[in-house]
């Protein structure tokens, strides 16, 4: 416990506040407790006490009270209405040039929201990403802030030193103004959603297809992991896969119950991308396989009534293993390209001045999409800060012209043996349509024009024109 007025406070003690507040500590600084259940932080200082200077608050005026101004108060608490009820009760206890951090996960326009009503108070807002999960919330997350220059060059020294570090780098730079930071942190879990899926279709198609067992294809992983796949999530896949239920002595994951939850942040992501007009269909994909899998009653109205492919298909092993990996990789890089795209829009959209290849930098430790290719998407925009899209620059666009007759020929053999692969078979066709020197979208734009008058342009003349389609079917002017 601490005597002398603590640097900073952390309200919202369950698995991430009470890490934060212990990796504050444990990094030499004065921390300050609360939750809204005193439970926790009995729990927390009586387990954690010795790690550092803690000062424990019964409530948010005794919070407020124990810190040196101006004070910097991290809210740490389940995102959407709860954060809102904290902060109403936080902000009449404050005084101007306070710091709020709401380090939760939040919708960037709930962020910006609260930021334009704590500045009407004189106080500053912060929305801040934090990713890493419990275990990288103790030892190193990646941490996202937004909000003004001012607010983060206050807060810079603990957050740069509390986050993840790479190669001496601090996982954690300034994102932007307002909600930039909780927009990129969005995207970071959108990403997060397209990666589980393609992993879990890869699994679904070497047990199926194959007819590997989990304790195999946690092998392949393994494997997979010492290449360019290596990542957080493929070597947390491999420990899953190899672990045993204590009850049945099975796979663990033949135990689970196969209906994905979501929080929310996967679906966020998926419709700002509908309304910036950006295709994010990897995540989507994964989203809606999400809602899938936990639709009960149709699932179970179709489960064995519905039919599949007659017979089985048959494909050489190791070859299979390796053009999965291929499909993995290049759909991996779509749900990146498409993530990137979608940062770059809404930096446009709101004036926030995103530095795309310092994103890729604070997810390389720490949080839970960190992989080694983020170095290589680093690479890319130092190459070229205006990249129109990752899939066209030199080191990308080989890795998928290298993979790309195998990432087809693994959605060939999903469709032919009737096993899901929406994630792989969305991204190829993506690829395919960035790379179309002319789609048809001209026969829709045609469509568009005969039944709406909603006129089309030429790809021979400037100027918007319209067909008298139930007359002379001539041209006019629009
Ligand atoms: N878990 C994870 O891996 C990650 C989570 N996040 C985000 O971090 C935040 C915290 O996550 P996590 O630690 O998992 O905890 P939860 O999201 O489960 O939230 C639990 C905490 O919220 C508090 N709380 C809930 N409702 C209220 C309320 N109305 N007023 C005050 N406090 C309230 C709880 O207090 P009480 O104990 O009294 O119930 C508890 O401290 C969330 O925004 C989450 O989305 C971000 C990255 C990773
Ligand atoms: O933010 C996170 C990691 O970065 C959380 O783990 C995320 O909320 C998990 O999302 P969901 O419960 O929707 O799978």
């Known amino acids: 416990m601490s005597s002398a007025p603590a640097q900073i406070a952390v309200t919202g003690l369950a698995v991430m506040g009470r890490n934060l507040a212990r990796n504050l500590a444990r990094n030499g600084f004065r921390v300050a407790v609360h939750n809204r259940s005193q439970?926790?932080?009995?729990?927390?200082?009586?387990?954690?006490?010795?790690?550092?200077?803690?000062?424990?608050?019964?409530?948010?005026?005794?919070?407020?009270?124990?810190?040196?101004?101006?004070?910097?108060?991290?809210?740490?608490?389940?995102?959407?209405?709860?954060?809102?009820?904290?902060?109403?009760?936080?902000?009449?206890?404050?005084?101007?040039?306070?710091?709020?951090?709401?380090?939760?996960?939040?919708?960037?326009?709930?962020?910006?929201?609260?930021?334009?009503?704590?500045k009407a108070k004189g106080l500053h807002f912060v929305g801040a990403g934090v990713s890493g999960g419990e275990e990288g919330a103790l030892n190193g997350p990646s941490i996202m802030?937004?909000?003004?220059?001012?607010?983060?060059?206050?807060?810079?020294?603990?957050?740069?030193?509390i986050a993840a570090h790479v190669n001496g780098e601090s996982c954690c730079v300034h994102v932007g103004p307002d909600g930039a930071g909780h927009f990129v942190k969005m995207l970071h879990n959108g990403i997060e959603y397209a990666d589980m899926q393609l992993i879990a279709e890869a699994y679904d198609l070497l047990r199926h297809v194959l007819g590997l067992s989990a304790p195999e294809i946690a092998d392949v992983f393994r494997d997979w992991n010492s290449g360019?796949?290596?990542?957080?999530?493929?070597?947390?896949?491999?420990?899953?896969?190899?672990?045993?239920?204590?009850?049945?002595?099975g796979p663990f994951v033949d135990v689970v119950l196969d209906q994905a939850e979501q929080k929310g942040t996967?679906?966020?992501?998926?419709?700002?991308?509908?309304?910036?007009?950006?295709?994010?269909?990897?995540?989507?994909?994964?989203?809606?396989?999400?809602?899938?899998?936990?639709?009960?009653?149709?699932?179970?109205?179709?489960?064995?009534?519905?039919?599949?492919?007659?017979?089985?298909?048959?494909?050489?092993?190791?070859?299979?293993?390796?053009?999965?990996?291929?499909?993995?990789?290049?759909?991996?890089?779509?749900?990146?390209?498409?993530?990137?795209?979608?940062?770059?829009?809404?930096?446009?959209?709101y004036g926030w001045n995103i530095d795309l290849?310092?994103?890729?930098?604070?997810?390389?430790?720490?949080?839970?999409i960190r992989a080694r290719f983020l170095d290589r998407i680093k690479e890319a925009y130092d190459r070229d800060a205006n990249l129109p899209s990752l899939l066209v620059d030199d080191y990308f666009k080989e890795a998928v012209a290298n993979g790309q007759e195998a990432w087809r020929r693994v959605v060939g053999v999903a469709a032919a043996a009737g096993v899901p692969a929406p994630g792989f078979s969305a991204s190829l066709s993506y690829y395919d349509g960035l790379r179309a020197e002319r789609l048809p979208a001209a026969l829709i734009q045609g469509l568009r024009d005969l039944f709406g008058a909603h006129t089309y342009h030429r790809v021979d003349r400037e100027g918007a024109f319209h067909l008298d389609w139930s007359g002379d079917r001539k041209e006019h002017d629009a």
């Not at 802030?145 to 030193?161: D, I």
């Not at 360019?228 to 002595?249: C, K, M, N, R, Y």
Request: with cysteine; glycine share 10%; aromatic share 6%.
């Open 39 to 118: 439970g926790r932080t009995d729990a927390l200082i009586e387990e954690f006490g010795h790690e550092g200077e803690f000062t424990a608050a019964a409530d948010l005026p005794a919070l407020v009270e124990s810190l040196e101004t101006p004070r910097k108060i991290i809210i740490m608490v389940k995102a959407g209405e709860p954060t809102d009820a904290v902060i109403d009760e936080l902000v009449p206890l404050l005084d101007e040039g306070d710091i709020v951090v709401d380090a939760g996960n939040a919708h960037f326009a709930d962020t910006r929201r609260r930021e334009d009503a704590l």
């Open 357 to 368: 290849g310092a994103m890729a930098t604070i997810w390389r430790g720490g949080c839970i």
């Open 266 to 349: 996967g679906r966020w992501t998926v419709q700002v991308a509908l309304d910036l007009g950006i295709p994010v269909s990897g995540m989507a994909e994964a989203v809606f396989a999400r809602s899938l899998s936990g639709d009960v009653v149709r699932r179970e109205a179709a489960a064995g009534v519905l039919p599949g492919p007659a017979g089985k298909v048959s494909v050489d092993r190791d070859a299979f293993i390796e053009d999965v990996r291929h499909a993995l990789y290049s759909s991996k890089l779509v749900a990146y390209a498409q993530g990137f795209d979608a940062i770059r829009a809404a930096s446009e959209q």
């Open 228 to 249: 360019d796949l290596e990542s957080f999530l493929i070597e947390i896949t491999a420990e899953v896969l190899s672990q045993v239920d204590e009850s049945t002595g």
């Open 145 to 161: 802030p937004g909000g003004s220059t001012f607010a983060y060059a206050a807060l810079e020294p603990m957050l740069t030193k």
